[in-house]
């Protein structure tokens, strides 16, 4: 596929820096030091500070949620980032049978540990950029973060284009039909 739109270009990019910034969060090999952390539990930190924004209390059903994970899932990485010290669980003050997230002192430090190293990381990446032209890029990405957000991909019709390349409803389906 040799297409050159914008979109094209975006895509091809998002696709690149999804590899780049998901290779931090693979596990390490064995010769390697261990983290101090997991990756997985940073990005709890992050969920729950991100939900302590909103007037709502943080629950692991919330943190499933931000996370795009299911709440089994969300549920074992929230308990490791409580055995990690970075969360604790505390009894709700609107529910009594219900627990809420909030970060521990830990929990806050590794936050802006963390920020602090991207930033520096990013600041780094577009140091000899004009300024002009990082406020430009930082205006457009946040901006595009934006439309990302209101209005999400409909994985639905993704699934239907893949099922019509495959000239069927079905990976399984298609492949017996084309031999």
Same mark, same amino acid.
């Given at each position: 596929?040799?297409?050159?739109?914008?979109?094209?270009?975006?895509?091809?990019?998002?696709?690149?820096?999804?590899?780049?910034?998901?290779?931090?969060?693979?596990?390490?090999?064995?010769?390697?030091?261990?983290?101090?952390?997991?990756?997985?539990?940073?990005?709890?930190?992050?969920?729950?500070?991100?939900?302590?924004?909103?007037?709502?209390?943080?629950?692991?059903?919330?943190?499933?949620?931000?996370?795009?994970? #299911?709440? +089994?899932?969300?549920?074992?990485?929230?308990? &490791? @980032?409580? !055995? $990690? =010290?970075?969360?604790?669980?505390?009894?709700?003050?609107?529910?009594?049978?219900?627990?809420?997230?909030?970060?521990?002192?830990?929990?806050?430090?590794?936050?802006?540990?963390?920020?602090?190293?991207?930033?520096?990381?990013?600041?780094?990446?577009?140091?000899?950029?004009?300024?002009?032209?990082?406020?430009?890029?930082?205006?457009?990405?946040?901006?595009?973060?934006?439309?990302?957000?209101?209005?999400?991909? #409909?994985? +639905?019709?993704?699934?239907?284009?893949?099922? &019509? @390349?495959? !000239? $069927? =409803?079905?990976?399984?389906?298609?492949?017996?039909?084309?031999?």
């Amino acid at each position: 596929m040799n297409d050159v739109t914008p979109a094209a270009a975006i895509d091809v990019a998002l696709l690149r820096l999804r590899r780049i910034w998901s290779r931090p969060l693979r596990a390490r090999k064995a010769a390697e030091a261990q983290r101090p952390v997991q990756m997985s539990a940073v990005m709890v930190v992050h969920a729950v500070h991100r939900l302590s924004l909103e007037p709502a209390e943080v629950t692991v059903g919330a943190v499933a949620e931000q996370l795009d994970v #299911d709440p +089994s899932t969300a549920s074992r990485l929230v308990n &490791e @980032a409580i !055995g $990690s =010290g970075l969360v604790e669980r505390e009894e709700s003050e609107i529910d009594a049978r219900r627990a809420r997230l909030v970060l521990s002192a830990p929990g806050r430090r590794v936050l802006e540990a963390v920020a602090g190293y991207r930033r520096a990381y990013l600041d780094g990446l577009i140091a000899d950029w004009d300024r002009r032209d990082r406020e430009d890029f930082a205006r457009l990405l946040t901006r595009f973060a934006e439309a990302v957000t209101a209005r999400p991909a #409909d994985v +639905s019709r993704l699934d239907e284009a893949i099922a &019509e @390349a495959l !000239g $069927s =409803g079905g990976p399984g389906e298609g492949a017996a039909t084309r031999r």
